[in-house]
């Protein structure tokens, strides 16, 4: 799909072909993309797709995602993700639905290459939680991450080290420590990090720890660290 679409409803069956949609789009209904082939939302910063009723790619391998991806309001289901662009994930249709929705990365996160420089955005709202459950940047690292929701859960390591250096990745939810997480922006430009709200983890006994690793860069907490308690923490940084 190029250019404008406009749909009521979209449905794809379990085939393997492949699904590109580039320019914009609204499409109504709670969209599970199917196919077995390649998916593609977005491949350019102007880019932006509407999922009206929600969007889940769970049933398919992978997500390249460029530019907006957007819900008003509904949950968001995101298999391994492979940022071809500099994306927004938004489930607040840019502010139009304040509560928003959860926002789940069921898997990965990568640029398609360190050396594009891609950056991530993430807007759950103020009801809403973005959780990610696999590692962010492992095979190719992100230039820089922000995320708003209620809540951000991590339950994997994030390394967010690519770029000239100076990008701030910030949380501004409380975070839940739902593993051991390292979170590591020193790269051979180092990129600061800001926790504006608090650091738990899930569960006290379950003793998970973080390391932040931040080079020469700064690494800032705004609130407290531990309200649910960790078993180690460590951090780098300037």
Same mark, same amino acid.
């Not at 390391?211 to 907490?221: I, L, M, N, R, S």
């Given at each position: 799909?190029?250019?404008g ?5 979209? #449905?794809t ?10 320019g ?8 599970t993309?199917? /196919?077995t082939?390649t998916?593609?939302l ?13 969007l889940?790619t769970?049933a ?16 968001i ?9 500099n ?5 607040? /249709?840019s ?18 290459l ?18 990610? #459950?696999?590692?962010?940047?492992? #095979?190719?690292?992100?230039a820089?991450?922000?995320? #708003?929701?209620?809540r951000?859960?991590l339950?994997?390591?994030?390394t967010?080290?690519?770029?000239a ?7 501004n ?6 593993? /051991?997480?390292?979170?590591?922006t020193?790269?051979? /430009? ?6 504006l ?31 649910t ?6 951090v780098?940084?300037?």
């Open positions: 799909f190029t250019g679409l406009t749909a009521t409803t979209l #449905t069956a379990a085939q393997g072909y492949d699904v590109l949609f580039r914009t789009g609204t499409i109504t209904n709670d969209v993309f199917l /196919n082939g998916l593609t977005g491949d350019a910063a102007g880019d932006i797709l509407l999922f009206d009723g929600g889940d769970l398919n391998s992978s997500a390249s995602v460029g530019g907006t991806v957007r819900t008003s309001g509904d949950q289901d995101l298999e391994a993700v492979s940022l071809v662009g994306a927004t994930v938004d489930s607040t /249709n502010g139009g639905t304040t509560a928003g929705a959860d926002i789940n990365f069921t898997t990965t996160v990568n640029a398609d360190a050396s594009n420089n891609r950056t991530l955005t993430v807007n759950a709202g103020t009801g809403g939680v973005a959780q990610f #459950t696999g590692i962010v940047g492992g #095979t190719q690292s992100l820089d991450l922000d995320v #708003t929701g209620t951000l859960d339950a994997a390591n994030m967010v080290d690519a770029g250096g100076g990008a701030t990745v910030t949380f939810s409380p975070v839940q420590l739902e593993g /051991n997480i390292t979170i590591d020193d790269g051979t /430009n180092d990129n600061n990090l800001s926790f709200s608090t650091i738990s983890a899930d569960v006290a006994g379950n003793d998970r720890t973080l390391t932040v690793t931040a080079g020469g860069a700064t690494a800032q907490f705004g609130s407290t660290v531990g309200a308690a960790l078993a180690a923490f460590d780098t940084a300037n």
